[in-house]
Antibody, heavy 123, light 107 residues
Framework: QAHLEESGGGVVQPGRSLRLSCAASGFTFSSYSMHWVRQAPGKGLEWLAVISYDGSNKYYTDSVKGRFTISRDNSKNTLYLQMKSLRTEDTAVFYC????????????????WGQGTPVTVSS | DIQMTQSPSSLSASVGDRVTITCQASQDISNYLNWYQQKPGRAPKLLIYDASHLQTGVPSRFTGSGSGTDFTFTISSLQPEDIATYYCQQYDSLPPRFGQGTKLEIK
């Protein structure tokens, strides 16, 4: 069955960088758009970024545009999120999620989710 | 950007009750509306996509309806295992924002 496993989270100082990875198995990774979603402690879900199945299209929410970069390596079935200039408000659990739609919009849904990796930004 | 307004923010109900959550979009999103369930400490789970399509394996007591700007999510007979926070998500245009969530508790 489909499985997503995030890694790379941890404690980092403000202004530093961190790269998250999401390893996929059990489904055709190269046919799925992939998303990053985060959840700050005690808060709701915040959608962050999406990358198309072939990596040719990417889109970010305004709060991370210019600081976060989504990428993928279909040969390794792995999704990445490079985060720089981290802020205390970036503290959250970060989830990767798979979406079977080929188009970035309209019409998609996050059918596969990882268990999340926590990121704490603190001095 | 399309804004999603979900209500109520919290809800207390008894086992066997019918539970309804609403989600309103700031503009017409056709039927591009998904519903997710998140249990404490767990990842979200897709329950309904495209407003009314039940995801494979999800119990039939969960239903969704609506189109345009107004959507409804219903649990026909609340079960103890349904305790969770529920989120709507629009996917008509980017960014595919989530509603603020509805925390469902057992009375």
């Amino acid at each position: 069955q489909a499985h997503l496993e995030e890694s790379g989270g941890g404690v980092v100082q403000p202004g530093r960088s961190l790269r998250l990875s999401c390893a996929a198995s059990g489904f055709t990774f190269s046919s799925y758009s992939m998303h990053w979603v985060r959840q700050a402690p005690g808060k709701g879900l915040e959608w962050l970024a999406v990358i198309s199945y072939d990596g040719s299209n990417k889109y970010y929410t305004d709060s991370v545009k210019g600081r976060f970069t989504i990428s993928r390596d279909n040969s390794k079935n792995t999704l990445y999120l490079q985060m720089k200039s981290l802020r205390t408000e970036d503290t959250a659990v970060f989830y990767c999620a798979g979406d079977p739609s080929r188009l970035l919009a309209p019409g998609g849904y996050l059918v596969y989710w990882g268990q999340g990796t926590p990121v704490t930004v603190s001095s | 950007d399309i804004q999603m307004t979900q209500s109520p923010s919290s809800l207390s109900a008894s086992v066997g009750d019918r539970v309804t959550i609403t989600c309103q979009a700031s503009q017409d999103i056709s039927n591009y509306l998904n519903w997710y369930q998140q249990k404490p400490g767990r990842a979200p789970k897709l329950l309904i996509y495209d407003a009314s399509h039940l995801q494979t394996g999800v119990p039939s007591r969960f239903t969704g309806s609506g189109s345009g700007t107004d959507f409804t999510f219903t649990i026909s007979s609340l079960q103890p295992e349904d305790i969770a926070t529920y989120y709507c998500q629009q996917y008509d245009s980017l960014p595919p924002r989530f509603g603020q969530g509805t925390k469902l508790e057992i009375k």
